[in-house]
Structure formats: structure tokens, C-alpha cells
């Protein structure tokens, strides 16, 4: 079973560019998560996907930050647009139900390294 | 505030050696504990899960402990090979939809 995809696996932009990442899930899976992770530190949710419908985006800085889960599969994250505080990875992570129980597994991709200059 | 404290935040040891990482978590409501592994360059991978009612579970060369009393869990190493050298991550799930992330512990295991 083909695990959690992401691309790119790395983007190098200027400051000001706009840039977008893209999130494939493990089919099936009906929860997909959008994490920041800076060096040395835990992820941090920005926002949970049930399906279509972005359930908790309270983390997420929708001044210059926005993502969309059409027809409730792939996703896409952007930036726009990005400062040099936005280097980090994101991670993309997917589940098969978050229905109230707390207790599904995340599986995460690989992440794309983001470099602003 | 929920929180969740990994120590050590480094750690080195010899090839074959076993090593314990901690974990402490103030967090409520308590669902359960996880640890993942990540390696370099990768996304977390789920090592084990440990329920309120769990003491322990084991997972191949890992060992996990789970004291709810305390607030208290351990990540338990056998015999170390080089492929151990990783992030260990800790994550504490709250009531319905929340994941509490430590930071992290890095090992490195030298030859």
C-alpha cells in the first residue's frame, strides 16, 4: 500500500514568491492533517481536514496561508506571500477517521523542506 | 497548558547499548500516548500506542511504559543498531481531535 505522498520534497523561493505543496493521502483515508515543523521541534498542526471540510484551521496564519481539500482527496497548502520566517518542513498526514475517538494513527509523508532566501 | 517534555533533548551511545528516553506530559483529558521514530529527511512513524489502562507494550527492540499516574512515559532501547539513530517523538493525544508533540529526542548511535 503506497504510503503518504508529497511533492516537492524541496523548494528553494525568494522571499515574497507565492509557493504551494501538494499532499496525496493513503487512499481511504478520510482525515488529512497539514503540520509545520521547524528544526529540532514537534509538529505543529495548521490545519485537519474531515473529507472536504477543513475542521479545525485555527492554527493556520490565513493572512498569507491557505489550503483547499477538493473532492475530499489530494491537498494543496500555499503560501503567498512566503517570508523568511516560513523556512520549515510540512508535513502532510492522513488518517482513517478522527470520529471523536483520538486514537487513529497518523501516517505522515516525507514533508517538503522549505527554503526562503 | 497541555505540554508535553521529552528529555533528554540529545543523546549518544555505543552501538549494541540500550537507552531510555523519557517522557513527561501535563495534558487533560488523556486519550492515549504515542511514539514515533523519525529519521532524517522522513515523516514520523508511529513506534507504539499506550492507552490510560496500559503499563507497557512492546514493539521488536522497543519498549514502551506508560505510568498515568505520574504523567510518565518511557521509550526503552534494546541493544542499539546504527538504524536507531532518529528523532523519537512523543505525542499525546487530548480528548477528541488534539495531538500534543514533544520535541523530541535525537539519538545517535556511533559504531
Known amino acids: 500500500e503506497a504510503g503518504v505522498v508529497q511533492s516537492p520534497r524541496y523548494k528553494i523561493i525568494e522571499k515574497k514568491q507565492p509557493v504551494a505543496f501538494w499532499c496525496n493521502p493513503i487512499s481511504g483515508h478520510n482525515t488529512l492533517y497539514w503540520y509545520l515543523q521547524n528544526l529540532g521541534q514537534g509538529p505543529e498542526l495548521l490545519i485537519r481536514?474531515?473529507?472536504?471540510?477543513?475542521?479545525?484551521d485555527s492554527q493556520l496564519p490565513k493572512d498569507r496561508f491557505s489550503a483547499e481539500r477538493l473532492k475530499g482527496v489530494d491537498s494543496t497548502l500555499k503560501i503567498q506571500p512566503a517570508e523568511l520566517g516560513d523556512s520549515a518542513v510540512y508535513l502532510c498526514?492522513?488518517?482513517?477517521?478522527?470520529?471523536?475517538?483520538?486514537?487513529?494513527?497518523?501516517?505522515f509523508g516525507p514533508g517538503t523542506r522549505l527554503t526562503v532566501l | 497548558k497541555n505540554q508535553v517534555e521529552q528529555s533528554p533533548q540529545s543523546l549518544i551511545i555505543l552501538e549494541g547499548k540500550n537507552c531510555t528516553l523519557q517522557c513527561n506530559y501535563t495534558v487533560s483529558p488523556f486519550s492515549n500516548l504515542r511514539w514515533y521514530k523519525q529519521d532524517t529527511g522522513r515523516g514520523p512513524v508511529s513506534l507504539t500506542i499506550m492507552t490510560f489502562s496500559e503499563n507497557t507494550k512492546s514493539n521488536g527492540r522497543y519498549t514502551a511504559t506508560l505510568d498515568a499516574d505520574t504523567k510518565q512515559s518511557s521509550l526503552h532501547i534494546t541493544a542499539s543498531q546504527l538504524s536507531d539513530s532518529a528523532s523519537y517523538i512523543c505525542?499525546?493525544?487530548?480528548?477528541?481531535?488534539?495531538?500534543?508533540f514533544g520535541t523530541g529526542t535525537r539519538l545517535k548511535v556511533l559504531a
Open positions: 498526514a492522513s488518517s482513517l477517521s478522527d470520529l471523536g475517538q483520538g486514537g487513529d494513527e497518523q501516517f
Open positions: 505525542v499525546v493525544t487530548s480528548g477528541t481531535y488534539k495531538y500534543i
Open positions: 481536514y474531515e473529507n472536504e471540510e477543513a475542521v479545525d
